[in-house]
C-alpha cells in the first residue's frame, strides 16, 4: 500500500507545529526587525518547566498551562532586561546576544536537569486511526492540529480586532508616529516578545514528546525547521510562516517516509539554500523598495 | 627605519611575522608538554577565530557555521592522509598534502554557502550557516561507511622528524606545526586587510549602496571574503585532527561554532589581535571553570553536569555582557588604553605590534546618519 497519504497527513501534523514555531518567529522579526534566535532555547526551557509541573501534579494540562505562562514571563524578560539593551543599529549584535542567551538557557537547564533525554507523555493515543484500511491521523495530531488552530485564530482576532493588536501592529510598523499618538512602543514590544514565548513554548511541548523527549538540546532543529519556513514565508507574514511550516512539514515525512537515511537536516539546509538563492526574501514577501 | 617599516605594509608584517616565530619557537622549548599542547590547540583556534573576525568585522557578515567549516578541514585531513599514507609517502608530504586539500575543500565549500549569503543580510545569513552546523551530524550519520558516524575516525599522524632526536616531544613538534600554520594565516590575513581588497570589503561593510556606485562589486566582495575565510578555517579544522588525531562530530558540534563567534567578539571584532585574544580565552576559560567545577561539585552527580555546561553558562553571560557594554571587546581596551598613554606623552609613533584597523569595528554610516 502506498504511504503517500498517510505521510500527507502526518506531515501537515508536524508541519502545523513548525508553523506555530515559526509564527513566533515571525511575531518579534514584525516587532523588532530581529530573528530571535534563542527562540529554541527558550522553548526548551519552557518544556522542562511543563515536565517539571507535569511530575509534579500529575497533570498534562497543568504542564501545558505552565509551558505557555513561563513562555510568556521568559519572552517579556528577555526583551525587557537583555534586548532592550542591545545597539539596534548593530544589525549583529541582537544576533549575537540572541546567541549568549541560547549557550546560558541550556548550559542552566544541563546543569538542572542533566543532558539524558526525559520522555514525556502525551494526553491522546499516538497511534493512528484508520479509515477502512488506510491509516490516517492519531487523536494526538487532531489535538495539536486544533490548539495549532486556536492558537492562530486567536492571534488573528487579537491582531486584527483588538485595540492592543492594533496598538503593537502600529508600534511595529510606524514606531515613531504611533509613540507621537500615544502607544507605549516599548510596552507592546515587551508583549510582542511575551506572545512568541509562549506560542514558541505551546509549540515545542506539542512536538518535543513526540520525539526523543525533553533535553536542553530538543529544540535545535525545531528551531532550524521553523526558521526554514519563517524565511520560506518571508519572515514577515504569518500566512507565509503558516504555509512555510506545514510545506517543512511535508518535506520532512515524505523524505524520512521514502528514504532509508536520516537525510531531513540535509534536505532542509539544501531547502533554504535553495529558497535563498532564488527568492531571497521569501515566496510571500511584499515588493520593497531599495533603502538607500 | 621607522619611517621605512611605516610605508612598507608587507616588509612590517613579515619582520612581526618572524619574531613572533622565533619569540614562540623559544618558548616551546619552555613549556611542558601539556602547554605546549594548549599553544597548538590556541594556534589551531586561531586560524579559524582570524578568518571570522575579518569575515564578520569586516565585512559585516555573520557566521555560525565555522564549526562546521573547521569539520570540513578536518575530515578531508582524515580522508586525505588515510588516501596519502596507502600510497606509501611518508614525511613532510604526509602532512602537506591533507592539510593543502583540507584548505581547498573548506574554500569550496565556503564558495557554495558564501554565493547564497552574498544575496543576504544579517539573520537569514545566521540561519543558513546555523543550519550547516546542525547538519554535520546527519551527514556523518548519513555516510557512516566512508565518515565513520558519531564515532568518527582516526587520523593517521607521523611523529616528529628523527632528524629532531628521538626524546623530541610530540607535543613541542605539534606546536611547531600548528603555531607555523597560524603565523601563515596572520600575515595573509593582516596584507588582506590592509590592501585595496581589505579597504573595498569594509567600504560594503558600511553601506553596499555607497560602495556599488564607486564601483566595488559587492557580491565578488562578500564571497571572496566568505571564501578565504572558510579556508583559514579548514586550515584550523585540519590542524586540529593533527593535534587529536581523530575527527568526530561531537568535536565541531553548535556550541563550538558558537564558542568561536564568541571568542571573537570578546577579543573585539574585525581585530586580528583580537582574535589572538579570543584563540587564548577558548583554551584558557574552560580549563578555568572545569577547575572552579571541581571545587563547587560536592557531589559527583553534580560535578558532572557542571563539567562543560559551567563553561558554557560563563561564554554565554560574558558574550551577552561584552556586546552590550563593550562591544570593541578586549583589543579595543587594549588600544583605547594605549592611545591614551601616547596621547599624554611621547610623540606618536607607529607601532608596528599590531596588525588591528584603527576604525571602530562595525561602525555604519547610518549611525553617522542618525547622530
Known sequence: ?292 | MIELLARHTLLRHLLVTLAAGVALLALTYTLSPYRNYQLATMAAYLCATAGLTVLVGLSGQLSLGHGALMAVGAYTYALMSAEVGDRGTTGPMLLLLPLVAAVVATAIVGGIVGLAGARLFGPYLAGLTLTLTIVVPAITTTFADQLGGDQGLSVLVEPAPASLGITFPLERWQAWIACAAALLTMLLLANLVHSRFGREMRAVRDDEVAARLSGINVQRTKVIVFVVSAATAGLGGGILAILTQSVSPGAFSLAFSLFLLMAVVIGGIGSLAGAVWGALLLVALPEITDSLADNIGSSPQLAERLDGNLSLAVFGLVLILVTIVFPRGIQGLVSAVSQRTRRSGRPPSSRPGTTTTEDPPTTTSSESIDA
Do not use: C
Open chain 1, 1 to 292: 500500500m502506498d504511504p503517500f497519504i498517510f505521510l500527507t497527513v502526518d506531515g501537515l501534523a508536524r508541519g502545523a507545529v513548525f508553523a506555530a514555531f515559526a509564527l513566533a518567529l515571525v511575531l518579534i522579526w514584525r516587532g523588532a526587525r530581529l530573528v530571535n534566535f534563542s527562540q529554541g532555547a527558550m522553548a526548551a526551557a519552557t518544556t522542562f518547566i511543563a515536565y517539571s509541573v507535569t511530575n509534579a501534579s500529575g497533570s498534562y494540562w497543568l504542564g501545558l498551562v505552565a509551558a505557555v505562562v513561563s513562555g510568556l514571563v521568559i519572552g517579556a524578560i528577555t526583551e525587557r532586561y537583555v534586548m532592550r539593551f542591545v545597539d539596534p543599529t548593530q544589525h549583529l549584535n541582537a544576533v549575537i546576544v540572541a546567541l549568549g542567551l541560547v549557550l546560558v538557557i541550556q548550559a542552566i537547564l544541563g546543569i538542572i536537569y542533566g543532558s539524558q533525554y526525559r520522555p514525556m507523555d502525551v494526553p491522546f493515543s499516538r497511534s493512528p486511526l484508520s479509515i477502512g484500511d488506510q491509516p490516517l491521523l492519531s487523536p494526538y495530531d487532531i489535538f495539536v492540529f486544533v490548539t495549532v488552530l486556536a492558537v492562530m485564530a486567536g492571534l488573528g482576532f487579537a491582531f486584527t480586532r483588538t485595540d492592543i493588536g492594533l496598538k503593537m501592529r502600529a508600534a511595529a510598523f510606524a514606531p515613531d508616529m504611533a509613540r507621537l499618538l500615544g502607544v507605549n512602543v516599548g510596552r507592546m514590544l515587551t508583549l510582542s516578545w511575551a506572545l512568541a514565548g509562549a506560542v514558541g513554548g505551546l509549540a515545542a511541548l506539542l512536538v518535543v514528546p513526540t520525539e526523543l523527549g525533553a533535553h536542553p538540546h530538543a529544540t535545535d532543529l525545531v528551531f532550524v525547521y521553523a526558521f526554514t519556513a519563517a524565511v520560506i514565508g518571508g519572515l514577515d507574514s504569518p500566512i507565509g510562516a503558516v504555509v512555510g511550516g506545514l510545506g517543512v512539514g511535508l518535506v520532512l515525512s515524505y523524505v524520512s517516509g521514502y528514504s532509508d537515511n536520516d537525510l531531513s537536516a540535509v534536505v532542509i539546509l539544501g531547502l533554504l539554500i535553495g529558497v535563498l538563492l532564488l527568492r531571497p526574501s521569501g515566496l510571500f514577501s511584499h515588493a520593497t523598495a531599495r533603502q538607500v
